[in-house]
């Protein structure tokens, strides 16, 4: 079979080496590129501070960094969940500060305990979040909604303006903020998430521009539910007397029918903070099986 054949759609199997007998060429070209370069983990002598970093998308983001090279700092409220996950990990490669992202003294706490530990920092996955309640405008709660907007605005504008000299003295890094769907379209009696992730796009957008000069990129990935914790603390806000049904009629509603997983959330989180994704700033990221469509 000559080489070049696999311009042939028909040949695409043969292509990848699906077959016998395919495309020996093209199989044994791909075949030897993958032989003679060493795999080099994609965060590979990256650190990494993950806020929220013992809940459902912040311990699989860990889980993924780590197995691609990187060192982690672990931040939350939850100390008995941040020393198990740090634990499982190795403390090698992770460790762990309790900080409450709303505060700049924790802020610092967190960010000086990284660069102590494991000497500078290139990415922040700005991530800790709270849902809030369930509830129409003129019943929700005004101190629910304070602490919505401290968590998951000003933790992340605190976490993003103190650790900037830090990313700008290591020559760059990636600032990957864990937005929503509700961050660009509206869900009724979510008013202060809705708005919380709404004004993250706006901080990211602000500060990717402020960054790009010193090759900070910044972005955000917009979930659609994702099993964890905070989805079932929404389902028994929406019907307490039936989470099960919620949950399938929410799940009915992603046109990819079904949640997703908190490893679906980590990839792309592990793919901005890559420098794969060096060209990457300023951007929104649909992590929503279809549900922005
Ligand atoms: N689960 C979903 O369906 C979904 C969808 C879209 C976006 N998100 C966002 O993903 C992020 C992670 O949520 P999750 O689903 O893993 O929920 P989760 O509740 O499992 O994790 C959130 C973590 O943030 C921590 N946290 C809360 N307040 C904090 C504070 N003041 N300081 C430090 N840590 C604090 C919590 O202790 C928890 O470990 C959140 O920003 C959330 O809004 C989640």
New binding site residues.
Partial sequence: MPVGCCCDTSCAKSYYGAEPGGCLSSRSLLGSAINQEEYVPRLDNKVAII?????????AAAIKFVGEGAKVML????EA?LSALVSELGNNVAGYCV????RTV?TRKYIAATVEQFGGADILLA?????GEVASIEDYDEDTFDRVI???IK?VWLGIKHLFPVLKERGGGSIVI?????GIKGSPGLSA?NTS?HAVIGLMRSTALDGAAHKIRVNTV??????????R??EAGIDASDMAGTHARIAASIPLQR??E?ED?ANIMLFLASDEASFLTGGVYMADGGSTA
């Fill in positions: 806020t929220g970093g013992s809940g459902g998308i912040g311990r931040v939350d409220v939850d969940a900080a409450d992202v709303t924790d991530n800790a979040g709270v849902e401290a968590v998951n933790g864990t937005s929503s769907t509700m998430y992730k917009n979930p659609a539910p994702v099993e964890t914790r905070m989805m603390s929404l949640y997703g908190p959330i």
